[in-house]
């Protein structure tokens, strides 16, 4: 595997994982009040764009990383719109 590909998929790791103890701190709380629907909504279709361009572009650590994150984020917006 080419060097920046393994750069490209531990940086997509990292900033994934980032989102894992926000997910799960809502999901065990079932509270979203500290949370922005509007910025949560526009990084989850940003995210959702880098995903598209990762596949266009054929970039395994973009698809992949942008994958897990827009699921994460979907989550959060799922669980802001439910929990309100």
């Known amino acids: 595997m080419e060097a920046?590909?393994?750069l490209g998929l531990i940086a997509g790791g990292?900033?994934?994982a980032a989102?894992?103890?926000q997910v799960v701190k809502t999901w065990r709380t079932r509270s979203t009040e500290d949370i922005s629907l509007g910025m949560f909504a526009l990084f989850a279709l940003g995210v959702l764009l880098w995903l598209l361009y990762?596949?266009?572009?054929g970039s395994p650590p973009i698809v992949i990383a942008n994958g897990i994150t827009f699921a994460l984020a979907a989550v959060i917006v799922f669980f802001k719109l439910r929990y309100k």
């Open 14 to 16: 990292l900033t994934t």
């Open 54 to 57: 990762g596949v266009q572009i």
């Open 19 to 21: 989102f894992v103890p």
């Open 4 to 6: 920046a590909n393994v």
